[in-house]
């Protein structure tokens, strides 16, 4: 499998941009996702480049504290449903950057402390919450009288930003906003009676094909798709799969038609958060010259997960929301066998579905010392697992990106993984007998085919112990710091400003 060159880019800014990013969620302050981490990271790398970049997100009730933020003392009117809404707005800053952060504060609407679903469903009102969420932000924008060159969406929950642009809005000074909409995941589109059209206070007549409609509903996903001036999405190779039947989730036409406005960029990841080098959450700390602090985190990680403690076993590592997406029912198919025929161990962290959540937690009392199991959300078990496990397992059927691989890779701990996604992009296979690659993958969607790569991926550790150190210092030598990406997504911004306005950036 050869990985994808990352497009040339020709960056020849001229003057800082003006972005609003509108997120359902940005770490540190919510997180259900890479989403998050993607939200939280890009408008740093940016604003060190010097641009002006601000961000705006619901104040659920579990967004956390970073530092001290202040109440706007205009209360935000949002012109949604039959008579205006009003927000409470505070500002706050993306941790030691001057980026702002816009908190928006609606009881109605963000008084609860799930982002898209209580436990194991979806709010009712998702779609009302949302819509609220674009008319907020863009009635931010003029309460600020502060005009943005570009805003950028990020899934299906900012939809319908760019209709706004497009309809009610683009005669106002706001029309000439570029927009640019992220796809993350295509698989949740946020599907909407019409009458959100006029909760929104958005014309009826879009409400049609090839607009917002989408069989007989208001598809959020595919508005945003249909209305924004650019596309991204977070690898090239999903941004293909997307255009095909088998990987469109029924919007695959919308992205072929849009194909020329459409470009993947693969996630950076945060580099100061992930670095085995200074994690504050390890107990000690290695790089690629010396990997003997790994070998102490390994211990840690069998002891914090009730493993046996022995230095000499092969670690897999898991990470991940439980969902069908990452295609843990395929491990849950062969972990038996793969405990009783390999002499390794699970570390396996993660929460979603139930009934998965039940087979690990049984599976790591039947395999007691060699399967471990965490169910729930911890960062910081999230590092240990990382630092202390040989490989990291990801058997997704779909992965857009994919952040936690890159971690992996940066903690020299190497990836099995399905070839999907940006898993293709950003990990190269191994090739027997040379010292090419940096993880072990694999193409057939089948606990078989996981089962045979694990076994392959353990055979390499046993038996091959230079090729595996070779394979891990490979690695820890890629570059997923955000600075190219950041670069790409400028070219993107530029390009979009120009469609929209009819002028380059000067
Ligand atoms: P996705 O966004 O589809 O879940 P990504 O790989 O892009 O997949 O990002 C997942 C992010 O969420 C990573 O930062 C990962 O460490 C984190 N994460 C997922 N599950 C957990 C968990 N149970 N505890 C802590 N962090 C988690
Ligand atoms: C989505 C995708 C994941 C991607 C993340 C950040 O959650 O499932 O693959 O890394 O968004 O873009």
Redesign the pocket.
Known sequence: MQRQPFADFQNTAVRPLRILFVTPEVEPFVKV???A??TGALPKELAALGHDVRIVCPAYSSVKDHGPRTARHEPLGVDVGPQTHWARTWETFLPDTGVAVYLLEHDGFFGRAEVYAGPWGSHGDNDLRYAFLCRAALALCQQLNWIPDVVHGHDWTTGLLPVYLNTTLQHTPLGRIASIFTV??LEHQGYADRRVLDFARLPLAEFRNDSVESYGAVNMMKAGLYHSTKLTT?SPTYAQEIQTPAGGWGLDSVLRHRARDLVGIV?GIDTDAWNPAVDRFLPAHYGASNLAGKAHCKAALQHRLNLTVDSHVAVFGVVARFVS?KGLDLLADVLPDIVQQMHVQFAILGAGEPVLEQFFRSAASQYAGRVGVHVGYDNELAHLIQAGSDCFVMPSRA?????TQMYAMRYGTLPVARAT??LIDTIAQYIGGTTQGDGFLFTQATGRALHDTVGWATATYYDKPRDFARLQRNAMAQDFSWKRSAAQYIDVYHSAIEQRTGAPVH
């Not at 992965?399 to 952040?403: N, Q």
Request: proline fraction near 6%; hydrophobic fraction near 25%.
């Open positions: 996702g890479g989403l981490d993607m993350h995941n977070v996630n997406q992965e857009p990106c994919g952040l996604g940006g």
